[in-house]
């Protein structure tokens, strides 16, 4: 009986992987010419609007060879976070599970 549930769990989490996949996607197939850019560039373009003779008063510690190295960088911070998330939500879990198997005995 508990390879039924597995099982169904399984299924259930690779059509969730499907719908989020194709969320993701479905903007970058549709919309064609479009720019998707950051934060960073907008607020920039605002900053120089509101006034013109703005000069940062920051400078990056080292230039990034380009956008995809940018891009690269963002990729691997989200990824680096949620994996120390994810490692902290799954200790808590197994711990207080062990707790409970514990108490038992």
Same mark, same amino acid.
């Given at each position: 009986? +508990? =390879?039924? #549930?597995? $099982? #169904?769990?399984?299924?259930?989490?690779?059509?969730?992987?499907?719908?989020?996949?194709?969320?993701?996607?479905?903007?970058?197939?549709?919309? $064609? @010419?479009? &720019?998707? %850019? %950051?934060? @960073?560039?907008?607020?920039?373009?605002? !900053?120089?609007? !509101?006034?013109?003779?703005? &000069?940062?008063?920051? &400078?990056?510690?080292?230039?990034?060879?380009?956008? &995809? =190295?940018?891009?690269?960088?963002?990729?691997?911070?989200?990824?680096?976070? #949620?994996?120390?998330?994810?490692?902290?939500?799954?200790?808590?879990?197994?711990? +207080?599970?062990? $707790?409970?198997?514990? #108490?038992?005995?």
């Amino acid at each position: 009986m +508990k =390879t039924k #549930s597995n $099982k #169904s769990t399984i299924i259930m989490v690779i059509i969730a992987l499907a719908v989020v996949v194709g969320m993701c996607m479905y903007p970058l197939m549709t919309i $064609k @010419d479009s &720019e998707f %850019g %950051g934060a @960073d560039g907008a607020a920039g373009d605002l !900053i120089l609007e !509101i006034d013109k003779d703005f &000069e940062p008063w920051a &400078e990056p510690l080292f230039p990034l060879p380009g956008g &995809e =190295t940018e891009s690269m960088m963002f990729s691997l911070q989200a990824a680096l976070g #949620s994996g120390i998330f994810c490692f902290c939500a799954g200790y808590l879990f197994a711990a +207080k599970k062990f $707790k409970k198997a514990n #108490s038992r005995e």
